[in-house]
């Protein structure tokens, strides 16, 4: 590979987490700065080594706050990435590229919120007295939730490949399952059934239904990038970012990109997968685990055809529970993903792979290589592939 | 008694709201090269050209995508409603409502025609009515 490669040259040495659950009775900033330290003290550093933070555009907590609460003395460079949950890769993308350039030694990477307890993405009652402008396209035909626009594209892929609701239970299932055997998840010892999905209430008819969509979740999730020539003498298993890539192709916009010639696919989540695999030279089938992005069950499904897992409008007859599961060909979102564990905006997903690499899951799979993390669907998104040493 | 959430208007997208207060449903035309737009957005991505007039479409389209929304409740949305995603004949796509349609008679590729819905708060919106009843 040419020196202009992104591939190996950086590594996820320190992951950090607050609990997860529905009342942190704390501030978002205190929950990033937790969850900050946290990943600082996994990697073995100390606050003053750190020279680089990353987060959402839409996160609370400033860099400069959260460098003067964890006492960072010296930051030489700070980004935020947009477009919610699809930023959550691309603030490691951006981490990745500082630390290979020398940019940064050693960079932070953090998102935090109480989603559930304080400003919930869903509830647009009482809060909207302006609208965006995007939005005034929308929001007068009651078209306001995360949700009912996911679903007005998805509903558009369910026609065109014969796909129900029905066929989105697999995925629910499985986050489900593993968030069972998951301790740190919400919902813990609270696996599903295929009956109790399809009797599930409709959120969004006849897309989605309650079980169909992610929890809200209150927490903080970090993750510290060094290189990888560092991360090695440090006391965790690197996590190598073998490939990053953010993702936006013509006439996105934020969740309602209705516009497009074709409607059932997820081209920015295609250009990111196309990225990946060139940048690592991996394919799909040298992949051990999978975290992709579940704030709403049918973008899974075109995810796997986006990545290139099935054909296109393959996904609802490859998708079975038995082929995602820990003992399957694929295990995805291992640690009950958004559905199940939390819903952090993607960046659980990334600790979780990590640990996978590492070995410390609590739902383990075997010798695990390449793990593939995906960010937020029906945005401009992002993804990385994460190898073992 | 009937209202929705005010669009907020930019100086790209006033026309569009404006037309609709007598009843007509603009579309953006690119000066350039004649293609047409929506949402509207000040230059076309095929010509770059920054100028731009409008053209009165038909009002006739066709149903290409729709949802019903059951959960959570919202203001203004008190009785049960369908929101679709209509591609006019003239090639742009519009969000908007059916109405005088059940959820049971939407259908994807259903034919629709523009009904102008006046709302109390000096707002018009363009919501869609099947082809047949109109």
Not at chain 1, 45 to 70: H, I, K, Q, Y
Not at chain 1, 300 to 312: D, T
Not at chain 1, 359 to 377: R, W
Request: proline share 5%.
């Amino acid at each position: 590979m040419s020196d202009r490669t992104l591939s190996g040259k950086s590594s996820i040495a320190g992951i950090g987490q607050t609990e997860f659950s529905k009342d942190s009775g704390r501030s978002e900033l205190q929950l990033a700065c937790e969850a900050v330290h946290a990943a600082i003290i996994d990697a073995g550093l100390t606050p003053s080594d750190v020279d680089g933070l990353v987060t959402f555009t839409m996160d609370t907590s400033e860099e400069m706050e959260v460098a003067r609460n964890v006492g960072m003395s010296e930051i030489s460079m700070f980004s935020r990435v947009h477009y919610g949950g699809g930023a959550a890769a691309g603030t490691v993308l951006q981490a990745a590229m500082a630390v290979a350039t020398g940019v940064a030694d050693a960079v932070v990477c953090y998102r935090a919120f109480n989603e559930r307890s304080g400003n919930r993405f869903g509830n647009m009652t009482g809060r909207i007295t302006t609208l965006p402008p995007w939005l005034s396209w929308y929001a007068p035909y009651g078209l306001m939730t995360p949700a009912s626009w996911v679903a007005l594209h998805a509903h558009r892929y369910m026609e065109r490949y014969g796909v129900t609701n029905a066929d989105f239970a697999p995925i629910a299932i499985v986050d489900r399952a593993n968030a069972a055997t998951n301790p740190g998840a919400w919902f813990y010892e609270r696996p599903i059934t295929f009956e109790e999905h399809q009797q599930s209430r409709w959120i969004i008819e006849p897309v989605l239904r309650l079980l169909d969509c992610c929890q809200e979740s209150d927490g903080g999730v970090a993750v510290l990038i060094t290189s990888t020539e560092r991360a090695r003498d440090l006391p965790n298993p690197p996590a190598v970012i073998a490939a990053a890539s953010q993702g936006a192709t013509f006439d996105s916009e934020m969740m309602t990109s209705y516009y497009r010639d074709d409607l059932t696919g997820l081209p920015e989540m295609g250009l990111v997968g196309n990225r990946l695999w060139a940048q690592s030279g991996l394919t799909p089938s040298d992949m051990s685990t999978a975290f992709l992005y579940d704030h709403f069950t049918p973008f899974v499904l075109m995810q796997l055809e986006e990545l290139g897992f099935c054909g296109r409008g393959e996904a609802k007859d490859w998708a079975t529970v038995e082929r995602l599961s820990l003992t399957g060909d694929l295990p995805i979102n291992t640690s009950g993903g958004l559905l199940g564990e939390a819903y952090i905006h993607g960046m659980n997903g990334i600790t979780e792979c990590v640990r996978q690499i590492r070995g410390t899951a609590c739902n383990q799979l075997g010798d695990v290589v390449h793990a593939l993390v995906t960010s937020g669907t029906g945005v401009p998104t992002s993804g990385l592939i994460l190898s073992k040493l | 008694m009937s209202a929705r959430l005010t669009p907020t208007i930019t100086q790209d997208t006033a026309f569009f709201w404006e037309g609709l207060k007598t009843e007509r449903l603009l579309i953006q035309r690119c000066d350039g090269c004649e293609s047409l737009r929506h949402p509207p957005r000040p230059m076309c991505p095929q010509c770059r050209s920054l100028e731009w007039g409008t053209i009165e479409a038909t009002g006739h389209g066709t149903v290409i995508s729709y949802v019903i929304p059951r959960h959570p409740p919202l203001p203004f949305f008190d009785d049960e409603y369908i929101v679709a995603l209509v591609e006019l004949d003239e090639g742009v796509r519009l969000v908007t409502n059916l109405v005088d349609v059940s959820p049971a008679q939407a259908t994807m590729g259903m034919r629709v025609v523009v009904r102008f819905e006046h709302f109390d708060n000096d707002l018009v919106l363009p919501l869609f009515a099947a082809e047949s009843i109109s």
